[in-house]
């Protein structure tokens, strides 16, 4: 490693300036607390560009779009956080037993379709909508029968092509129950899973900015979890504009706990902290 390169520390002037781009562009405000990370992660991306300095890579960053792959690997550095099948349990046993077993209940009794659309907002690599497919197929009963669609979607085409293959690690399984491992995944090797057709039959993926409407779906229960955490007030109030557009009146909005969404829900009823019920009559 080019030892001037490795003590290189980005500026406070040029960190709002990176800040400032990738606000305009996502919604996604980069705190300067996080310099020291930041420097860290855009030398990675002057490693592999060759690029010689922040304020040059900077000026690369500003240029191109954000079809071009140099983008997309630059933010998939500054956003990339940890996720695994199964995170945050409590919404996990929810969604089992409290929201399948109404589903199929309404449904048997004639007050709603057998359909099911789901959108896993800010997906990353799937997990989120894998964990989503996994629940369904064990817990819904006849499934088969539903009309069952799972759309994952992320800013990120890196996280969206790492998705598509529906490959997990050890971490990522560890908290997978024994018998979904067994019923719903093929080991590979040592530390590999892959989830079985039953469940990715029902997922599809795209590429969507959270501040931009989503153009096509309505979804009976949206999931956009842990992301709004990196989004200030006018941002989120414009992603829960997007998203309440797309969602069916009745239909949920499940989000993490400190998304600091009930400060801004509207017409939205608070379930808990972490759900939210669009009115039946909007």
């Known amino acids: 490693m080019d030892g001037k390169l490795a003590i290189q520390q980005i500026s406070d002037r040029l960190l709002?300036?990176?800040?400032?781009?990738?606000y305009k562009r996502t919604g996604i405000r980069l705190s300067p607390q996080k310099k020291a990370l930041l420097s860290n992660r855009l030398r990675r991306r002057l490693r592999e560009t060759g690029i010689k300095s922040f304020e040059d890579y900077y000026k690369h960053i500003k240029n191109i779009s954000e079809d071009d792959p140099e983008w997309d690997a630059f933010l998939q550095e500054i956003t990339t956080h940890e996720t695994f099948l199964f995170r945050d349990e409590v919404h996990w046993e929810w969604f089992q037993d409290q929201y399948l077993e109404q589903l199929a209940r309404e449904a048997r009794q004639g007050k709603r379709p057998r359909r099911l659309h789901i959108w896993s907002a800010a997906c990353s690599t799937g997990d989120?909508?894998?964990?989503l497919a996994c629940c369904i197929a064990a817990r819904l009963p006849n499934a088969h029968l539903w009309d069952i669609k799972i759309l994952g979607t992320d800013i990120g085409i890196?996280?969206?092509?790492?998705a598509k293959q529906a490959k997990f690690g050890t971490r990522a399984m560890s908290r997978v129950p024994a018998d979904y491992r067994q019923r719903f995944f093929n080991q590979l090797d040592d530390h590999t899973w892959q989830a079985k057709p039953l469940l990715t039959r029902w997922i599809s993926y795209q590429q969507h900015n959270l501040l931009e409407p989503l153009r096509s779906g309505r979804f009976d229960l949206i999931v956009l979890k842990n992301v709004l955490i990196y989004f200030d007030v006018e941002s989120k109030?414009?992603?829960?504009?997007?998203?309440?557009?797309?969602?069916?009146?009745?239909?949920?909005?499940?989000?993490g706990a400190a998304e600091g969404v009930a400060n801004i829900r509207g017409s939205l009823k608070r379930v808990y902290p972490w759900l939210f019920q669009k009115p039946e009559d909007k």
Not at 158 to 162: E, M, N
């Open 237 to 255: 109030k414009r992603v829960l504009e997007n998203i309440l557009r797309v969602l069916y009146p009745g239909g949920y909005l499940l989000t």
């Open 128 to 131: 989120e909508p894998v964990t």
């Open 16 to 22: 709002a300036k990176f800040a400032d781009l990738v």
């Open 158 to 162: 890196g996280a969206l092509q790492q």
